[in-house]
């Protein structure tokens, strides 16, 4: 039996409606304060199991008993007594009904009073006094959780506003910017004078950061927007001056990079220089570089004491007096000394190559030239003449020298081979 079937049998037909009327409980949004009003407390008489609760399209209702959370009805039309009513076995003294409207909030309003402090890592880590300001759109989500963490119980004595709601969100927002922007810019590299030029990034990075935060207060972040985010005027100047000095550190940085590689890259130039003359003042005096060198390794084993380096040490005396008196004699005396330079670097030089650089000898087997420090490129050589011979190459181009060795027993039956055989003295196979 309905509820109206009920009364009939005990009230005139005349006063059935609005005895049902006056058993339900819902927010009709009756006036321009309802209409501004995002949380509604229902003020009417006592609750009963025979109220009807009836919750619209955007609403959800919330029933409270001495401010302990019981029930929630979502959009829709309830008796009580199937609900909170059954909960509390019809115990519906001291409840109360809260009605939440769950709308949609376009064009909120967000700014700092007070500017945020941010160290700017690109510009000496200087402290710049930072503003901003934007919108939000955001609507409610979870209506208890929202409730229960932004309005609170006790906070409504009628009506939480739409007003009240903007401004709650708001300070919400500048509280979240002043802890955590700085840190989204420190890691994104920006520099606070650029902080105009990246509003959509940063908006995009905050909404990303902001949206778990709201979700916290039961609130879904639609949109975020800085319209302003910027130094202060006098910290702009500031950073303008620290700029200008940076750009100037930088450019003597340059400046003093390029004039040691150009130093360095002269340094190079002229070692290479006073080498060339060098080879030509030798050629003049009619020996070659090779030869001077050699003639260093000459005097080095005079003065060497040991043993092992005196046989060459009358061949360096003797070549020390005939270079010494070659302007006197003239060539005979000259070719008389190369003939004893000959015979005594033979002995005391190891086999040398060419830095195909700059010209000067380096020991066979260097990987680097010890007069410019070019890479050397090394060839295998003819283990008879020691003529350099082309990688993979058989025969030495030179002496005809095989670079292969012969096999010593046969291919085909194993047996030895006399050497330089072309054919096996036991099966006749060819070598």
């Known amino acids: 039996m309905g509820l109206k079937e009920f009364f009939k049998k005990l009230s005139p037909v005349s006063k059935i409606n609005d005895i049902a ?5 819902e927010w009709t949004d009756t006036d321009a304060e309802a209409k501004r009003a995002v949380v509604y407390k229902y003020e009417g008489d006592k609750l009963s199991k025979y109220h009807y609760v009836i919750v619209r399209s955007t609403q959800e209702a919330l029933v409270f008993k001495n401010g302990e959370y019981i029930h929630t009805f979502p959009a829709g039309r309830y008796p009580l007594k199937e609900g909170a009513s059954a909960l509390l076995n019809n115990d519906l003294d001291q409840c109360e009904v809260f009605f939440v409207n769950k709308v949609k909030l376009q064009q909120v309003a967000f700014g700092t009073d007070e500017a945020i402090p941010i160290r700017d890592q690109n510009y000496y880590n200087e402290t710049g006094r930072v503003q901003a300001r934007g919108r939000i759109a955001m609507h409610i989500e979870n209506a208890y959780q ?39 810019v420190r890691a994104k590299g920006i520099s606070l004078l650029d902080l105009s030029t990246c509003f959509k990034m940063l908006s995009k990075t905050m909404q990303d950061e902001l949206t778990p935060y709201f979700e916290d207060y039961g609130i879904a972040l639609d949109n975020f927007s800085f319209m302003h985010i910027g130094l202060r005027d006098d910290d702009y100047k500031k950073f303008e001056q620290l700029q200008h000095k940076r750009t100037v550190e930088m450019m003597e940085a340059d400046t003093a990079m390029y004039t040691t590689t150009v130093g360095a890259e002269a340094a190079k130039i002229a070692s ?43 061949a360096g005396m003797g070549i020390g007096m005939g270079v010494g008196m070659g302007g006197a004699f003239g060539g005979a005396m000259a070719g008389a000394a190369n003939t004893a330079f000959n015979s005594a670097a033979q002995q005391a030089q190891a086999p040398q190559t060419l830095c195909p650089s700059c010209g000067a000898p380096v020991a066979a087997g260097a990987k680097f030239c010890g007069s410019c420090g070019a890479k050397m490129v090394t060839a295998p050589v003819c283990p008879a003449c020691g003529a350099e011979v082309a990688p993979g190459a058989k025969f030495c181009g030179s002496c005809g020298t095989a670079l292969v060795a012969a096999p010593t027993v046969c291919p085909s039956c194993g047996a030895q081979l006399a050497p330089g055989a072309k054919f096996c003295g036991e099966c006749g196979a060819k070598i």
Do not use: H
């Open 21 to 25: 009327d006056a058993l339900v409980i």
């Open 146 to 184: 929202f409730f229960n963490t932004m309005v609170g119980y006790n906070r409504v004595e009628r009506y939480y506003s739409q007003e009240t709601l903007e401004d709650d969100m708001a300070a919400k927002i500048v509280e979240f910017l002043t802890d955590n922007l700085g840190n989204t």
């Open 272 to 314: 290479m220089k006073d080498t060339e003359a060098q080879k030509y003042r030798q050629e003049g005096l009619g020996y070659s570089y090779q030869q001077s060198r050699a003639f260093d390794v000459m005097g080095a084993a005079a003065s060497n004491e040991s043993a092992g380096m005196a046989p060459f040490m009358g």
